[in-house]
């Protein structure tokens, strides 16, 4: 009976040791992080009284840039959308599966509107004064994304290593970590972007002073031309 008995037990383990699942290597992560400026609209058809009364937030990184000092603004949109893949190899028999992020894509859009006020005719030295200083605030938001595109794409990439390989997780659990990898990784994209917008906000602001106004409003200053 002593044979029996060891032979049963050690079928028994064998077959414990076949039903171990350990999880493939993990592939290195596409991360792309890409940006696009689409083209300036241009409106003159609202007077400062009008752009005076527009209700937006100086403070909101998607809107950064309001002043309407010098006759006109550049509203902008900043936006990113970002798409993570997960990939899952699964084991039917054990019921598990292993997940790990395969590529994630990050668009960084910009999207510029300048505005100049209606008293200022399209063409006169007015207007293009302040086409000019509307146009620094847009090459500041290009800048910007420019200056942060490597900080966006090491913070997701440093995300996307830091999760790994999940696994092996049961069925039911599956659907659960996919929702946590997703979440951990657009945390990281957002802190990055955040700081982006941060420092938007601060250059943006660094060029409304009152020189740069005072420079835009003597161009045109026929009195300050005698003299």
């Not at 696009?36 to 609209?41: D, G, L």
């Not at 241009?42 to 006759?71: A, C, F, M, Q, W």
Request: hydrophobic letters at 35%; one cysteine or more; glycine letters at 6%.
């Amino acid at each position: 009976m002593f044979g029996l008995e060891y032979l049963v037990a050690t079928h028994l383990l064998l077959t414990a040791n076949s039903d171990v699942i350990t999880c493939p290597v993990q592939k290195s992560a596409r991360v792309d992080v890409r940006w696009r400026s689409e083209p300036i609209k241009y409106d003159n058809t609202k007077t400062t009284g009008e752009l005076n009364r527009r209700d937006i937030d100086s403070e909101n990184p998607y809107g950064v840039h309001v002043s309407t000092d010098v006759g006109g603004l550049m509203s902008g949109k900043m936006e990113y959308k970002s798409g993570i893949q997960i990939s899952t190899v699964r084991y039917p028999t054990s019921r598990v599966s292993c997940l790990w992020i395969d590529k994630v894509i990050v668009d960084i859009v910009i999207d510029p509107t300048i505005q100049i006020a209606s008293e200022n005719a399209k063409g006169s030295c007015e207007y293009n004064a302040i086409l000019e200083h509307e146009h620094k605030h847009v090459a500041i938001d290009r800048k910007v994304v420019v200056d942060h595109l490597d900080r966006i794409r090491s913070a997701t990439a440093h995300a996307v290593t830091k999760v790994g390989m999940v696994g092996p997780k049961g069925d039911e659990t599956v659907e659960d970590f996919k929702k946590k990898m997703t979440e951990y990784v657009q945390g990281a994209i957002k802190g990055a972007a955040d700081t982006m917008y941060a420092d938007r906000v601060k250059r943006q602001k660094g060029l409304d002073n009152k020189e740069e106004y005072d420079r835009v409003s003597a161009k045109c200053d026929k009195n300050a031309e005698k003299q």
